[in-house]
């Protein structure tokens, strides 16, 4: 069974960090990729980044401000999140896929998802 569980959301200022773990078990999604996601209230989810077997991409509006990160012998994918601002308020879902040639920025391209993990910064 494959499972993937998110950690580290919560209550934060604007300008604090926050690290997002998602441990991953039952694959090891190293043939294909493994991203983040985010979903505010009343919008739709979108792409945040992806690291995957052709490397790594971030959405414009996090660039140079989030980092993904993978630790292979841990099976993790982190996000680490600096500067963070009130819009980066969210649900945010790690998702994972053992497929290649795929857009990774689109989440149809993702066969497995965590629950969540809630991310709020108040201004």
């Known amino acids: 069974q494959v499972q993937l569980v998110e950690s580290g959301g919560g209550l934060v200022q604007a300008g604090d960090s926050l690290r997002l773990s998602c441990a991953a078990s039952g694959r090891t999604f190293s043939t294909g990729a493994m991203g983040w996601f985010r979903q505010a209230p009343g919008k739709e989810r979108e792409f945040v980044t992806t690291?995957?077997?052709?490397?790594?991409s971030y959405a414009d509006s996090v660039k140079g401000r989030f980092t993904i990160s993978r630790d292979v012998v841990k099976n993790t994918v982190y996000l680490q999140m600096n500067n963070l601002k009130p819009e980066d308020t969210a649900v945010y879902y790690c998702?994972?896929?053992?497929?290649?040639?795929?857009?990774?920025?689109?989440?149809?391209?993702?066969?497995?998802w965590g629950q969540g993990t809630q991310v709020t910064v108040s201004s």
């Open positions: 998702a994972g896929t053992e497929l290649t040639l795929r857009d990774y920025s689109h989440s149809d391209s993702y066969d497995y």
């Open positions: 690291q995957s077997w052709s490397g790594t």
